[in-house]
């Protein structure tokens, strides 16, 4: 059974740094990307960045400079850094599996609030 | 960066009714599109991908279809659990979502 789950602080400062940890079951970071989503409250949808399954890294432009993601093979894990953190960074952040260009499973969701 | 243009932002029609959403690219994409289906405090669900091909579990009423550049999600016969927001997402260069469209029930 596949599952992604995110885990990470519900709380962060304005300037500070968020760290988030996506740990996945049911299959191999060496056979598929995860991709983070982040959807601020009552908007749609925003591309993060992705990490392919050869451990290559793609970021959406508007976030590069900030954001970096990472795994670690032997724990099934991958992990979103993002620095310099706004109230506009307030969101749901979703870690997701990629497969031919879709997004074919999610986890729950990490709620963070920049204050 | 390519962009999805996505609509109507609203739709609201009424049970067994034929819908359509639409995405518009900026560029060719090839048959590099999804989409989603996103309920009220849950995670969004694939429902199709390679802009025609049905996800697991997804019922058949769901299809999708391409038109050039012009990406079609139709529900063939709409019923109460459709109700949703929908999102199309290209994977050609990059990803980029659409900026949604919510049905309703009229």
């Known amino acids: 059974q596949v599952q992604l789950k995110e885990s990470g602080p519900v709380l962060v400062q304005a300037s500070e740094t968020l760290s988030l940890t996506c740990t996945v079951s049911?299959?191999?970071?060496?056979?598929?990307?995860v991709i983070w989503v982040r959807q601020p409250p009552g908007k749609g949808l925003e591309w993060m960045g992705i990490?392919?399954?050869?451990?290559?890294?793609d970021y959406n432009s508007a976030l590069k400079s900030r954001l970096s993601i990472n795994r670690d093979t032997s724990k099934s894990q991958v992990f979103l850094k993002m620095n310099s953190l706004q109230t506009d960074d307030t969101a749901i952040y979703y870690c997701?599996?990629?497969?031919?260009?879709?997004?074919?499973?999610w986890g729950q969701g990490a709620s963070v609030t920049v204050s | 960066d390519i962009q999805m243009t996505q609509s109507p932002a609203s739709l609201s029609a009424s049970l067994e009714e034929i819908v359509t959403i639409t995405c518009q690219a900026s560029q060719d994409i090839g048959n590099w599109l999804a989409w989603y289906q996103q309920k009220p405090g849950k995670s969004p669900q694939l429902l199709i991908y390679g802009a025609t091909s049905l996800a697991d579990g997804v019922p058949s009423r769901f299809s999708g279809s391409r038109s050039g550049t012009q990406y079609s999600l139709k529900i063939s016969r709409l019923q109460v659990e459709d109700i949703g927001i929908y999102y199309c997402?290209?994977?050609?260069?990059?990803?980029?979502f659409g900026s949604g469209t919510k049905l309703e029930i009229k």
């Open positions: 990490i392919w399954r050869n451990g290559n890294t």
């Open positions: 997701t599996r990629e497969d031919y260009g879709g997004m074919d499973a």
């Open positions: 049911g299959f191999s970071l060496t056979n598929y990307g």
């Open positions: 997402q290209q994977a050609s260069s990059a990803f980029t």
